[in-house]
Nanobody, 111 residues
């Protein structure tokens, strides 16, 4: 049974940083491309970053975020720097091939 459990969200001031984690279980983590998506108010869910054989970022990231993974720990990370109020939303971990989602973690950027 695939499980994806995100953590690390919270309230941060503009310009601050957060490091999200997604612990995966139920499949061979190292084999698959994993991704972070987000749902921000008034917009469709969008890809933030994806990491498999190649690494990709959404256009809005502009060098502020870094996706990484520790295959030994079956964990996906998203380090977010220089956060902006428009980054506020729910961030989800996703198993890309099987379209399986975690429950999401709330990120709020506000002064």
């Amino acid at each position: 049974q695939v499980q994806l459990v995100e953590s690390g969200g919270g309230l941060v001031q503009p310009g601050g940083s957060l490091n999200l984690s997604c612990v995966a279980s139920g499949f061979s983590f190292s084999t698959f491309t994993m991704a972070w998506y987000r749902q921000v108010s008034g917009k469709e869910r969008e890809m933030v970053a994806r990491k498999g054989a190649i690494t990709e970022y959404g256009d809005f990231v502009k060098g502020r975020f870094t996706i990484s993974r520790d295959n030994a720990k079956s964990t996906l990370y998203l380090l977010m720097n220089n956060l902006k109020p428009e980054d506020t939303g729910v961030y989800y971990c996703k198993h890309e091939a099987w379209a399986r989602w975690g429950q999401g973690t709330q990120v709020t950027v506000s002064s």
